[in-house]
C-alpha cells in the first residue's frame, strides 16, 4: 500500500440557517466498513500521537473540532495532512507509519476503523514497519 492511496475526502454537509450536518456512511463514502470509532480529546499542548503503522487496518480521521496536522510515511515517502474542517476526512490505507501533532487547544480528532481493537495489527517499531515494507510482508 502506498501513500498515494491516502486522501483527503470530502464528506457531505447539510447546511442551512440552524447549522451544518456532516454524515458518512461505511462502503459509500469511505472505502471500507466501520466495526469502530474512537476519538482523541484533550491532548495537551506540544503532545504527540500515532509513531505507528497498521498491517491491515483501513482508517478515515476527522478534525471534528479544531485542527492537527498528520504526517504519512509508507517508507519510501512523507506527506503532512492539515486537517482543520469537520467536513473532511482523512482516508488512511493499511501499512502508513502516522504521526499526529500541532493540536489546537480542545480539538477532538475523531477516528473511523475497519476492524476493532487488536494489538497485534499494529508496527509500534519503525525500523520494524520499513523492513515489513520492503519484504512486502
Ligand atoms: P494508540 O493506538 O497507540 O494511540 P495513539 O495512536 O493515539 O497514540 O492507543 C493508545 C492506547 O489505547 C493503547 O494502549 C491501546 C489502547 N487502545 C484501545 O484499547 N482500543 C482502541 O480502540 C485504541 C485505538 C487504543
Not at 46 to 63: C, E, M, P, V, Y
Not at 95 to 107: P, Y
Not at 110 to 136: K, N, P, Q, T
Request: proline share 3%; net charge negative; glycine share 10%.
Amino acid at each position: 500500500m502506498s501513500l498515494s492511496e491516502c486522501k483527503m475526502i470530502d464528506l457531505p454537509k447539510v447546511s442551512n440557517q440552524q447549522g451544518n450536518l456532516t454524515f458518512i456512511e461505511g462502503g459509500n463514502h469511505i472505502p471500507f466498513d466501520i466495526k469502530r470509532v474512537y476519538y482523541l480529546y484533550d491532548v495537551p499542548g506540544g503532545a504527540a500521537r500515532g509513531g505507528h503503522a497498521h498491517k491491515k487496518l483501513h482508517q478515515l480521521i476527522i478534525a471534528i473540532s479544531g485542527s492537527f496536522d498528520i504526517t504519512l510515511d509508507d517508507g519510501q515517502g512523507q506527506k503532512t495532512f492539515h486537517l482543520n474542517r469537520s467536513y473532511n476526512g482523512l482516508y488512511i490505507c493499511p501499512m502508513i507509519w502516522r504521526e499526529l501533532n500541532n493540536f489546537s487547544t480542545g480539538s477532538v480528532c475523531m477516528v473511523l476503523a475497519s476492524s476493532v481493537y487488536r494489538e497485534d495489527d499494529y508496527h509500534r517499531d519503525y525500523a520494524e514497519f520499513l523492513e515489513s515494507c520492503r519484504s512486502g510482508e
